[in-house]
């Protein structure tokens, strides 16, 4: 374990020993979504956090107990109509002229994004009739649409 290896990471040498090596092997791995690396990489803080307690230094769960996190405010409008007014910018969405003067706030969605969202659909069950109709209603030119399989339109 002490012999010396050479690392190549980014494009850049490193001199390590074998097991720094193979502890940055395991990070990596656990990055890459390998349970057990993740497994081992969690092992690997438990271990490192009870040694520093043992010396009587503070590991990660001293520093939060030493000092609370400062608040930050948050802004949040209580309006939801700031996510129409968004969708609109964006292009997702368009004022609904048939309902002006009934709710000059009222949007339908581009046929663009609801077939986006249709074809994210995986699998799962078939469109029911009632929720074609909500598709129908709330999308610009729904005629446009292409539904999927085993859609009763």
Excluded: Y
């Amino acid at each position: 374990m002490e012999k010396r290896v050479t690392v190549t990471q980014g494009g850049i040498d490193q001199e390590l020993s074998v097991e720094e090596a193979l502890q940055l092997r395991t990070f990596q791995d656990a990055l890459a979504g390998n349970r057990g690396a993740r497994r081992d990489v969690l092992k690997m803080i438990a271990k490192r956090e009870q040694a520093m307690e043992d010396r009587g230094l503070r590991g990660l769960r001293g520093l939060r107990a030493q000092r609370a996190m400062p608040s930050i405010p948050r802004k949040i409008s209580p309006d939801p109509r700031n996510a129409d007014a968004a969708m609109c910018l964006l292009g997702i969405a368009a004022p609904n002229k048939s309902r002006e003067e009934h709710d000059p706030d009222a949007i339908l969605l581009e046929p663009w994004a609801v077939q986006a969202a249709l074809r994210r659909r995986r699998g799962g069950n078939a469109l029911t009739t009632r929720d074609v109709s909500e598709i129908k209603c709330c999308t610009r030119a729904p005629e446009t649409l292409r539904w999927p399989r085993r859609t009763v339109t």
